[in-house]
């Protein structure tokens, strides 16, 4: 005997099959619908294999007070990530993700507040985020992104000098939260911020910051100030924990442009952060000039002056007697080799007032290390 669910049930399976057919037949899907025909879809990518030796030899090869090199003394991926870019009349985004020991190192402080967050995950996310044409001159981004301060980038092959500046490694990469960007012409633009903090993707407060830059463009210089403002929380000093308390950042760039065989900018740093129940306010600042001479097409030499001073260890946390009161230098060598190959070599040096420099089972105030890299963008 023919069982009497089998025909409801091929009824209306017949039914859903003719409906869906239907549907697909009147028109385009969704995201035919929603993604544009002019859309421009760009993959890309980028690594950076640097080998490093830090003649005080520091304990177990790790480096301190600076993200590349993180570590000496060993082969290894400095940055890799792989990215895809997707933009249209209207929008603009990009995804990238990365790996490496500066990624290890930079996003070692993300902070983790409840149970999921942390920086196990976001370090991978070099950036992620999306942008929308507001007008002809104004977009507003939002995600994950670099950061709009500082004159060096994340990625080595973008900057005039192999490593980076104190001013860079002390000041945010990334931040999270919304951008809005204008031009008021094509020699000046503005932005405004409004993220998570300094440097985190995950909250380590209920505060937001905000942030505003100008910059402005001649013919053969660039000027750019940008400042971020908010409760930021400091990291603990001498096993004294530090509450959360007013920032307020300053960050002034001049760079050269358009000069045939010379580059060159300098950067100047300063921050202001209030002491716990106090009405004053600790200081910090920095300085770097970077300079880079073409000798050829594909051969460069690269020179750099940087100081930095935290005396309250607002940034800097050193966990010895003495605050970070250093100055230093470096002198580097580019080859460009054939298909996106680059190597690049450089000898740096740093001096200290206090001994905070790791030297294998000691501290001192002075350091040299070499490094060199082969990095290929593709």
């Known amino acids: 005997m023919r069982n009497r669910l089998a025909i409801p049930l091929l009824d209306t399976v017949r039914t859903c099959s003719l409906f869906l057919a239907a549907v697909f037949a009147a028109g385009p899907t969704y995201a035919e619908q929603v993604i544009p025909p002019s859309r421009k879809i760009v993959w890309g990518g980028f690594i950076d294999g640097q080998y490093a030796f830090d003649f005080n030899s520091p304990p177990n090869g790790d480096r301190a007070y600076t993200t590349q090199p993180a570590r000496s003394n060993e082969f290894n991926i400095n940055l890799a990530y792989l990215e895809v870019k997707a933009e249209s009349s209207k929008t603009r985004s990009r995804l990238s993700l990365q790996a490496g020991t500066s990624v290890q190192s930079n ?13 196990t995950l976001s370090r991978h996310l070099q950036e992620a985020r999306v942008g929308y044409q507001i007008s002809e001159a104004t977009w507003i981004d939002a995600g994950v992104f670099f950061a709009p301060v ?16 104190l001013v860079a490694d002390y000041s945010p990469y990334y931040l999270s939260g919304v951008k809005l960007s204008h031009s008021f012409s094509d020699s000046l ?16 407060n209920t505060d937001k910051s905000v942030g505003a830059g100008l910059e402005y463009t001649a013919s053969t210089l660039s000027f750019s100030y940008v400042t971020l403002v908010g409760s930021e929380v400091s990291a603990d000093l001498n096993g004294n924990a530090r509450g959360s308390e ?9 760079k050269s442009r358009g000069l045939t065989d010379w580059e060159w900018v300098f950067q100047f740093d300063i921050g202001f952060q209030r002491r716990p129940g ?15 001479y073409s000798i050829s097409a594909d051969q460069k030499i690269s020179f ?21 009161d250093g100055m230093g230098g470096s002198i580097g060598f580019d080859q460009a080799l054939p298909d996106g190959v680059l190597w690049r070599t450089e000898l740096r040096y740093l001096k200290t007032s206090h ?5 294998e089972s000691n501290f001192v105030t002075d350091g040299l290390t070499a490094t060199t890299s082969l990095a290929m963008s593709f």
């Open 107 to 119: 996003y070692s402080s993300e902070p983790a507040r409840g149970t999921v967050s942390g920086g």
């Open 150 to 165: 500082g004159s060096e980038s994340f990625v080595s092959r973008d900057n005039l000098t192999l490593t980076r500046s």
């Open 189 to 204: 633009s503005a932005l405004l911020t409004v993220t998570n903090g300094w440097q985190n993707i995950s909250e380590n």
């Open 246 to 254: 007013l920032r307020h950042f300053h960050d002034f760039i001049v």
């Open 278 to 292: 106090e009405t004053s306010e600790s200081q910090w600042l920095g300085t770097t000039l970077m300079s880079r």
């Open 304 to 324: 750099r002056f940087e100081n930095y001073k935290d005396p309250d260890q607002i940034i800097i946390v050193t966990g010895r007697p003495g605050a970070f």
């Open 355 to 359: 001994e905070i420099l790791p030297k």
